[in-house]
């Protein structure tokens, strides 16, 4: 609140910011507490853990993490969201939606990140073991595009903490409970493309935003 302030050319101190909120009865929404979806029972190849938990990186496409959280849809229904994000400037470089937590849903993230960004070789892309990403076809389109993998180790959320993160934040700021697949879509687009990446600020970033962190270190 206090950066937003300033960047409109309010001149107030963080204190002052601090008790008008209080005296607003306004407050920071909690974030929820982390739930696994992974599933990684399964047969397949797992990488090492390169990353690390190496959360930085020095310029854009050097390093990314993807995760996919479940969603809920009406009373009963369940949705899946997988998003990969640039561990540069937290800027989310992929997402999909999808009522099946399956590789083509990761596959269809991974996609949408690789025609925005067009990575070189020297790519580390991050997930956790779960069958989706250890499958042959995801994997097979890293090997394509000459990006590493990595992987958590198993049960280890916080080898993945920054796309825990962004999944914690997108709960509490937006919600995990939709009207229907449409809505979840919609509201899904607008907070991540219009408010996460352009306007929300990161205090890991400096207070800018990613877009903002990006344009500025590019200069």
Known sequence: MHADLGAQGERVS?????????????????????KCTTMSDHDQPVAANLLDRRFEADRPNERWVGDTT???????????????????????????LSAVNDRKLTI????????????DSRLLH???????????DYQ???????ITCSMSRRGNCL??????AFFSTFKSELGERFDSYADAKAQAFDYVEVFYNQQRRHSTLGYLTPAEFERHRAA
């Not at 998003?83 to 800027?91: A, E, G, K, N, T």
């Not at 269809?108 to 990575?119: D, S």
């Not at 097979?140 to 000459?146: D, I, N, S, T």
Request: hydrophobic share 40%; glycine share 8%.
């Open 14 to 34: 963080r204190k002052r910011v601090a008790r008008l909120m209080q005296q607003q009865g306004l407050q920071a929404r909690q974030r929820r507490r982390y």
């Open 70 to 96: 479940e969603l809920r849809v009406g009373d009963s229904g369940r949705l899946f969201l997988a998003v990969i994000l640039d561990l540069f400037s937290r800027f989310v470089v992929g997402w999909a």
């Open 108 to 119: 269809k993230a991974l996609e949408m990140a690789l025609r925005r960004r067009c990575p």
């Open 126 to 136: 991050h997930s956790d073991q779960g069958c989706t990403y250890a499958s042959e």
């Open 140 to 146: 097979r389109e890293l090997v394509a595009h000459g």
């Open 159 to 164: 080898d993945n903490a920054v796309a825990e």
